[in-house]
């Protein structure tokens, strides 16, 4: 398509939004080439909205209640075997939904040397944290030195910990998933890259190269997704998204009810609605291209399983430890003994 389906935004525009507003040249090429409906759907995830400015009652700075699991000011240590690095407040383009819009907003700057130590120390104080994930802001959008001085420490640690690494950067910015980059992967192995990926149209060639660039590294991928309304809310796209990505090699990891971050209303799902779509797509997708159907319970709750409370309603009677009576996939109640 010759015509742009995107465009520029002036300084005085931006100012009205607290999250920042940048687009990728990668991502403005997808916009453009995509189907109208797609490109929408795109544009969407990218572009400030008036809607940004309402906060619902519900709605807070930090949905998941990290700062309640907060080290340091990078280092947050929620569940037992396991922390999460805060690398930077930067990202290579800034999601209208992002949960995390109080950092972002802050751009918090990319995690240095005495920090980094910090969090090397009380990992080290604590032998239970066998993996740490790797995000921000986007991990990668610090340069290529600062990244690989991050994923070096962090391997200095021990020779077990799973570096799971968060990124946008396959979808915005595929063009530093170079061989230096990929040298590096594979030298802090063990390492997944987990990235965010939303919808099909986001899987442009440049994109499908970087991921599949991994892949033939030996670099495993695990991908994660959002459930947002007006852009993937419906059957047909994510059942398209989640076996395209199985097809490449790369497992679907979790689909995110999406979090109540302040000035995000207009991309929820209503809960109803999203069990009902989920239960629909769920059943086109096989145990490989199924990811995991969670929210984040407020207040740091950690997640919670979704279909818990689409299977709870199919079960037609328990006893104790010794089976249960359940409705099967073909309408029959079945009964099922141990």
């Avoid at 969670?294 to 399983?305: I, T």
């Amino acid at each position: 398509m010759s015509e742009k389906n995107w465009r520029e935004f002036s300084a005085a525009e931006t100012a009205d939004f607290v999250q920042p507003v940048l687009i990728s040249s990668a991502f403005k090429k997808l916009i453009e080439e995509a189907e109208p409906e797609d490109a929408r759907a795109l544009r969407l995830q990218v572009e400030p909205s008036v809607n940004e400015k309402t906060a619902c009652p519900y709605e807070t700075s930090d949905p998941l209640g990290e700062q309640k699991y907060c080290i340091t000011p990078y280092l947050v240590h929620q569940y037992e075997n396991r922390v999460l690095l805060i690398t930077t407040g930067k990202c290579l383009s800034y999601c209208r939904y992002c949960f995390r819009r109080g950092l972002t907003a802050r751009s918090q700057n990319y995690i240095g040397g005495k920090e980094l130590k910090e969090v090397k120390d009380y990992i080290k104080q604590n032998p239970q944290v066998t993996e740490i994930l790797v995000s921000g802001g986007d991990p990668l959008s610090g340069g290529f030195e600062k990244l690989e001085k991050v994923l070096k420490e962090l391997r200095s640690i021990k020779k077990d910990l799973l570096i799971r690494l968060c990124t946008r950067a396959p979808i915005f910015a595929p063009e530093l998933f170079t061989e230096k980059l990929l040298h590096l992967l594979r030298q802090v192995r063990p390492l997944w890259l987990i990235p965010h990926i939303n919808h099909p149209a986001e899987l442009g060639k440049e994109q499908k190269m970087a991921l599949s660039s991994c892949i033939e590294a030996g670099i495993p991928i695990q991908s994660q997704t959002v459930l947002l309304k007006g852009i993937n809310d419906n059957e047909k796209t994510l059942v398209k998204l989640f076996h395209s990505l199985a097809c490449m090699g790369i497992k679907p990891g979790y689909l995110f009810q999406l979090d109540p971050a302040a000035g995000t209303s207009h991309f929820r799902v209503q809960l109803k609605e999203a069990l009902e779509l989920w239960e629909r797509a769920e059943s086109k997708l096989s145990g490989l291209s199924r990811p995991k159907f969670v929210a984040d319970l407020p207040g740091g709750g950690g997640k919670f399983p979704l279909s818990a409370l689409i299977y709870s309603k199919k079960i037609i009677e328990q006893k104790d430890d010794f089976g249960f009576t359940a409705l099967g996939i073909d309408g029959v109640i079945h009964k099922y003994t141990y």
